[in-house]
């Protein structure tokens, strides 16, 4: 039997650049990962079926779902022979802007590679992640990187200064194709900083990196559901050193370099959210 951990990301910037013939946006954004994990096992089967036991009811549990995909990606590729079983344990929010689904998907590739003793590296297991979904391939490697393309083109970055992570989020749910539909990229709009926010990182300069993030979708997401300003606006105010909304929304995370000061922003979240978390960015 193997044990994967599958840990949520948080998109420190995030910029659209333009629409592809593809229909795809050019992507240009840096993730890291947060110490939030779905948890998966993964075990041989003597039949051939793929069998995903998951026990939350808006997680599809046959081919719609990332990890069945991966898992089927695998057998097929590999041609192996005997199915498996994956149980997934959710503890990442749902349609979040977290990178959940992606994120099992990675820790499946992770996971059949050493079940079935493939011995593949990272980098080909994210090229395989590429096929399924963009999210994947950053997924895979459990790090900070900056992303392009589709968000498959991965630059690889240094642990970010480490911090206090409070992950607030709202009871409504986001589709990321309709965030999508309807950004405007004619619209003028704040520089994002992804370059600035790069060098920080490198720099282990914390300062610079919070007064770098952005998010190119946070004015689409928050123009749907004003909560997400409100939620900002409750962290700022308790004394988050920044907060931003993650991926297409509608999570909003805060920074905090201290650990008081992580602790008084979930307190002033109590009224206006109830699903907070307060982790550790992993990087
Ligand atoms: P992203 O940040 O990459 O946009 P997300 O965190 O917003 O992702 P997910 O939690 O991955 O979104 O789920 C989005 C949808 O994908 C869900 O509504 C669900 O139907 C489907 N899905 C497929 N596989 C999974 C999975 N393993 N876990 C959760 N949802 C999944």
């Known amino acids: 039997m193997i044990f994967e951990t599958a840990p949520a990301k948080i998109n420190l910037t995030l910029d659209t650049l333009y629409k592809r013939e593809d229909g795809y946006h050019e992507v240009e954004m ?77 820790a499946t590739f992770r996971g059949m590679n050493r079940l079935y003793d493939l011995n593949l590296s990272l980098e080909t297991l994210s090229e395989h992640a590429a096929e399924i979904g963009s999210d994947i391939s950053f997924c895979i490697f459990k790090d900070t990187a900056l992303c392009t393309g589709r968000g498959e083109k991965l630059e690889h970055l240094p642990k970010p200064p480490a911090c ?64 997400i300003q409100t939620l900002k606006e409750t962290m700022l105010k308790a004394g988050a050193d920044n907060a931003m909304m993650s991926g297409s929304g509608p999570t909003v995370f805060g920074l905090a370099s201290k650990e008081r000061q992580a602790k008084s922003v979930v307190n002033a979240l109590k009224g206006c959210c109830k699903e907070v978390y307060m982790v550790r960015m992993l990087g």
């Open 30 to 106: 840096i993730m890291t990962t947060v110490d939030l994990n779905d948890r998966l096992t993964l075990e041989k089967r003597t039949d051939k079926k793929i069998v995903l036991k998951v026990e939350n009811r808006y997680v599809p549990n046959d081919h719609r779902n990332l990890a069945y995909k991966a898992a089927k990606l695998m057998i097929d590729k590999y041609d192996i022979k005997t199915g498996v079983t994956i149980t997934l344990d959710k503890k990442i929010p749902i349609a979040a802007g977290l990178a959940g689904g992606s994120s099992d998907a990675a």
């Open 164 to 227: 206090w992570v409070i992950l607030a989020k709202p009871d409504i749910s986001v589709s990321t194709q309709e965030v999508y539909q309807s950004l405007d990229l004619s619209v003028p709009h704040a520089t994002i900083q992804t370059a600035t926010c790069k060098q920080a990182i490198i720099d282990g300069d914390y300062t610079a990196m919070i007064n770098a993030l952005g998010n190119r979708l946070e004015t689409v997401t928050i123009e749907m559901h004003p909560i």
